[in-house]
């Protein structure tokens, strides 16, 4: 599969690990140097505005879906590509979806996690075929990952839906999973 534009989810906040930020950083500059569109929330804080930053400071193509009503702390970045403003955090996740041919999540919270889960299970249903990856800081997804596995193990998550999503420790890895990734639409309630 070709990949044009990711949008990558990640935290709003640096997280108190450099490395964090580090592996933003390093995102942006690889997605930038190879002329893949970086989709993401539009915000200039944690790291959302390292790796827009850093794919901006490459010479990358930055879109940005900002949901204006969503928040009062938050700033927009004012220096990318393209911004979007939305009304709301659903419209905001349709649309970096739309304008995207896969998803990296970089370390975060809540927010991230949402936004991963659903554009897995819309991967899931066939709404979309989005591959998506984790993009690991010194380990900081093996619970997750334990967690998903988990739930293969307990009937709750097929194997193959399990396998939706890659894990890597590089950037230049994890868009190699996205590109040989198997999204092809499997029933879930079949067998």
């Known amino acids: 599969m070709s990949i044009a534009s990711v949008s990558v989810f990640c935290g709003s906040s640096p997280g108190t690990d450099p490395r964090f930020g580090e592996m933003a950083a390093q995102l942006g500059t690889h ?10 929330g539009g915000s200039d804080a944690g790291l959302m505005g390292i790796v827009a930053d850093a794919h901006l400071a490459a010479g990358g193509h930055v879109i940005g879906v900002y949901p204006d009503e969503t928040f009062s702390r938050d700033v927009s970045h004012d ?34 996690l949402e936004e991963l889960f659903e554009a897995l299970t819309w991967t899931q249903l066939g709404i979309h075929a989005l591959p998506a990856a984790l993009l690991d800081v010194d380990g900081f997804w093996d619970p997750f990952v334990a967690f998903l596995d988990g739930c293969v193990e307990a009937g709750f998550l097929k194997e193959a839906n399990r396998a939706l999503l890659g894990v890597a420790s ?15 639409y499997r029933e879930k309630w079949s067998g």
Request: glycine share 10%; hydrophobic share 40%.
């Open 170 to 184: 590089s950037p230049g890895d994890a868009l190699t999973a996205l590109e040989r990734a198997d999204v092809t």
């Open 79 to 112: 220096g990318l590509s393209e911004l979007h403003r939305v009304s709301s955090m659903h419209e905001r996740k349709a649309t970096m979806y739309e304008l995207s041919d896969a998803v990296i999540a970089l370390p975060g919270g809540y927010g991230t």
């Open 31 to 40: 997605l930038g140097e190879r002329d893949i569109k970086l989709v993401f």
